[in-house]
């Protein structure tokens, strides 16, 4: 991230803004294939920061910097790309499309003050970008639609437009229409006037014919009369029935009201190759889309959880920004994407950086004072330095060595912590292991620097299976983490992730330890015996003193539980640990100079496994509560997968949103390793899921025959 040209051009030096107002931050999202990184790079082209469109099939686009990004062709990660349109600086986000990534749409979302939803005009809306238009609702983020890719074999405006209507719900509607016979332009609804790039772009605007022209006041009067149900005049209304000509300008001005307020939703078609379309987005990007000013900053407090009033994109106010990505650039070393909330960050400055709340992902809680050295605009993987970063604008910071995704950085006068975003849970483990001893430590190093930038990805060193597992999001995700470890000079392998598993007694048994070792010197002396019997699931482990007469000296009664607890760690048959078990000590023999602690610490150890061959040992499995929020359409499915997975379902809900339900059931963790892509595979990427450890069962025998 840290290159300092492209192949097409790195628009010259960056401006850095003074007034929040003229900022705009806006991110696009949408489904993989959608366009969102083509219509990037044609809104930077228009702009004149770059001098022409790279492409994706070419791995010259500006946000697809990264190699893996360039060996999928599809985004994999956020990306931002600033422009200037008349006094305004836009900062688009480019976010991935593909489910994996959803962890990088969060935190564009979380830099954004406005989404642009792209979509396919030959694809329809998926599910996926339905629930993220209703996640982008329930916080009153605003919206707007591009229907790109006009230039598609099988591209359909209207239907596209027609199909996002129905998706999305109110307040959806079309600002401009594509020309009538293959014309290359757009039709204005509200200004009547249509836009020619039969030249290219810029467009030039004109009378539209007759057929144009029909097909405007069509669509005219239902954008009308959505603009004027959200206007505050309340006589516009009484106007427009009374038959009176609405001034473009008012209902212009009502209709980027709304959408600053997040209730009307405009569409507008695009065709990056050709231009169409990119002079009125950016208009609509500057003129409706609110601004910084606009956009409530996320809650904040003092480092200590207590509260520290409201913030707003004050630059003179006190400093709060967030480290919204994380990156690791082999020229520069870490790259943090900040966006700034209050204040003004400045270089050769020292500002603290707070973590808190992300342990259970392999982000210990951090408090560091660091100095900024540099301020960059960032422009895809090139760095262009600033003088300064004020109030909703976005910066690269470099060399900050404990700044974190997600981290808050203030000032050290007074250390602040935002309300974190919320992460999605990787449910997918893949077991990594390193060819050689110089791979182990690479592979350390580089764990660090990927958990550091990637909130989604959680490392787990198992201690009872010895493996190291990564959860990633899914398989697209795995390839990437495990390409960047390689290419950080980590070689390393994947093997069958192992579930730890459970041992205890199916029945109860007696067993015999007998440790005496005599033969010169000081010996060993310890006899004990025990019974043991199973207790019910989850009741852990109890030990017994029955021994009568002294047979057992009291002070090793101690040792020779000891004993058992140590061979329950190890394990019986499979080298599992031991559970739910009652251990009974009711006789033994001692030696009143060779019985000793360590002695009977060995003899109860052997007395359990005495116990172990003469009874019988069985295998526990975890297993977990699912909870799956799906689309009705595949509840049967589901269902039935389920099933052959050994789930009991508990039950079904409805969920609060319409047509979607949630099942609830216990799984064996056994049959959970692959869920995520087999869930995500049945239906379409439309459901999610969440686990939570229950208890271990009994693991049936006919499987239990074939774990090792």
């Known amino acids: 991230m840290g290159s300092k040209h492209s192949e097409n051009g790195d628009g010259g030096a960056a401006v850095a803004v003074d007034d929040p107002a003229k900022v705009r931050n806006i991110v696009l999202v949408g489904p993989s294939g959608s366009g969102k990184t083509t219509l990037t790079e044609g809104l930077l082209a228009a702009a004149g920061v770059i001098s022409r469109a790279g492409t994706v099939t070419e791995g010259t686009t500006v946000c697809d910097h990264d190699p893996a990004a360039q060996r999928q062709q599809r985004s994999v990660g956020l990306s931002v790309a600033p422009l200037v349109h008349g006094d305004v600086k836009i900062n688009l986000i480019d976010t991935p499309g593909y489910a994996d990534f959803v962890g990088e749409v969060r935190a564009g979302l979380r830099a954004a003050d406005a989404a642009l939803f792209v979509v396919c005009a030959a694809e329809g809306v998926d599910p996926a970008t339905i629930a993220l238009w209703a996640e982008c609702a329930a916080v009153g983020m605003p919206r707007a639609v ?32 594509p020309a009538t016979g293959g014309k290359a332009g757009l039709l204005g609804l509200i200004t009547r006037r249509f836009f020619d790039y039969s030249n290219g772009y810029p467009p030039t605007a004109s009378e539209p014919d007759e057929a144009d022209l029909a097909l405007i006041d069509e669509a005219r ?15 516009l209304m009484d106007r427009y029935l ?82 919204v990505r994380t990156a690791i650039d082999s020229y520069v070393g870490r790259v943090s994407l900040v966006r700034v909330f209050s204040g003004t960050l400045r270089p ?22 660091e100095r900024v050295a540099h301020i960059y605009s960032p422009l895809g993987s090139n760095l262009r330095e600033v003088s300064h970063c004020v109030a ?62 990637d909130p989604t990805l959680r490392l787990e060193r198992n201690a009872e299976t010895h493996q190291l597992v990564l959860w990633c999001m899914g398989e697209a995700h795995a390839d990437v983490v495990l390409a960047r470890l390689r290419a950080g000079g980590a070689d390393v392998d994947t093997e069958p992730v192992k579930v730890a598993l459970r041992e ?43 021994v009568v007469g002294g047979a057992v000296p009291s002070q090793f009664i101690g040792s020779v539980e000891k004993g058992v607890r ?71 499915t589901v269902l039935g997968d389920l099933s052959s997975r050994r789930g009991r379902v508990l039950g079904t809900e409805a969920d609060e949103r319409p047509g979607y339900s949630i099942v609830r059931a216990e799984v064996p963790a056994t049959a959970l390793l692959r869920y995520a892509i087999d869930l995500r595979s049945m239906t379409s990427g439309s459901a999610t899921f969440t686990r939570t450890f229950v208890r271990y069962d009994p693991l049936p025998e006919s499987l239990a025959a074939h774990v090792t």
Not at 221 to 235: F, Q, V
Not at 354 to 365: F, I, W
């Open 242 to 323: 009374e038959g009176e000509e609405l001034d473009p300008e008012t209902l212009i001005s009502d209709l980027e009201t709304a959408v600053a307020r997040g209730s009307f939703h405009p569409v507008i078609p695009v065709c990056a190759f050709s231009g169409v379309g990119l002079a009125e987005l950016l208009e609509a990007l500057t003129g409706a889309f609110p601004s910084p000013l606009e956009h409530a900053v996320p809650d904040v407090t003092e480092v200590n959880g207590n509260g520290s009033g409201t913030f707003t994109a004050d630059p003179n106010g006190p400093l709060v920004a967030e480290v």
């Open 392 to 453: 909703g604008d976005i910066c690269a910071l470099t060399k900050l060595g404990s700044a974190e995704t997600g981290d808050t950085v203030s000032s050290p006068d007074k250390p602040l912590l935002m309300r974190p975003w919320t992460m999605p849970e990787p449910l997918l483990p893949v077991a990594v292991v390193a060819k050689t001893r110089s791979d182990e430590d690479a592979l350390s190093r580089n764990l660090n620097r990927l958990v550091a930038g």
């Open 348 to 369: 050769e400055r020292p500002v603290h950086i707070s973590g808190h709340g992300m342990a259970d992902r392999g982000h210990e809680d951090h408090d560091v004072d």
């Open 221 to 235: 009067n239902e954008l009308i009369e959505g603009i004027i149900a959200e206007s505050e005049d309340e006589t």
């Open 566 to 636: 140590a061979q329950m760690t190890k394990g019986l048959s499979g080298g599992y640990p031991v559970v739910d078990i009652r251990v009974t000590l009711f006789d033994g023999k001692a030696h009143s100079v060779d019985s000793s602690d360590a002695a009977f610490q060995t003899a109860g150890s052997l007395a359990l496994k005495d116990a172990a061959a003469n009874g019988r040992v069985s295998l526990l499995e975890p297993v977990d509560e699912v909870a799956v929020r799906l689309p009705d359409e595949h509840l049967g």
């Open 504 to 546: 205890t007694f199916a029945k109860p048994a007696r067993g015999k330890g007998r440790h005496v070792k005599q033969s010169g010197g000081h010996g060993q002396y310890a006899v004990c015996d025990v019974d043991v019997e199973p207790l019910p699931v989850g009741s852990g482990f109890e030990f017994v003193d029955k």
């Open 146 to 177: 591009v229907i790109a890719r006009m230039d598609h074999q099988r591209a359909d405006v209207m239907a596209e437009i027609r199909a996002c209507q129905e998706a999305f719900g109110a307040g959806v509607m079309p600002l401009y229409l």
